[in-house]
């Protein structure tokens, strides 16, 4: 006759009145009998039913201690792979009581900053890297433009702009700009003439029209007004970014647009 083995184990939790049955199955050389014939056979004697009583508080202990060393994994990872900034801005007031900070990112295509302004009139302002890294004179020492390749004003995106053309920011109704800007033409890299370490980011009263104002001064700040505040970009001793190799015009630049 055809042999089936029917092996039941009972897993209790806390105690017998709530108690949770498995049953395995198993059966070999089967006849031509359906299936559910062999689970009324009875199993042999040298097979016996085992009972394994697990108390909750064991089980509690484990799913604790699973739970706290997933927990310890998550808070490592996230302290080691914190992203350092390879360089700072802190801004100082100019014609108006601004103040915030920026950080920069080099990338594979330029440089990512973000960070936030506060103390702005809402609305557009002007947003640009200029020559020089002096803030004296309400941040008007800073100069103009940095523009080491000779171009006229323009829009981030336009292939004919300063390299410290950088738009707009967007301040809202209470002042505040959150700024992410992510450019190709700017460049932590030292050997680049892109390299933006050491120099002054100026703010500015009035929305910068991109060199879309007909006129000179459009062609030349953007008619972007007056200084609101400005800062230097301070590049960490640790860090050596990635940008444009020296001598390079840019031919990549910012998808943003404002």
Known sequence: MNEGHLVGNVVSFGNSVRSYTIYTVCWSRWSRQSPSSHLIETRPPHRPVTHTYIHSEVIMAWVTSITTLCLLSLASITSTNKI???????????????????????????????????????????????????LGNKCADAAGHFNPFNARHGAPTDRDRHVGDLGNVLANQYGVAYIYIEDRVISLDPNSQAYIGGLAI????????????????????????????????????????IGLSAGRRPVYYSSRKC
Do not use: M, W
């Not at 390879?86 to 007031?93: D, E, K, M, T, Y």
């Open 84 to 134: 350092v900034p390879s360089a700072v801005l802190s801004f100082i007031p100019g014609v108006d009581n601004i103040s915030g900070n920026l950080q920069f990112y080099p990338t594979h295509y330029g440089v990512v900053i973000s960070g936030v302004i506060s103390g702005l009139s809402p609305g557009k302002h002007g947003f640009h890297v200029h020559a020089k890294g002096n």
């Open 202 to 241: 100026v703010v500015h009263q009035g929305v910068d029209d991109l060199g879309r104002g007909g006129n000179a001064d459009s062609l030349k700040t953007g008619n972007a007004g007056s200084r609101s505040g400005c800062g230097i970009i301070e590049v960490q001793q640790r860090f050596r970014g």
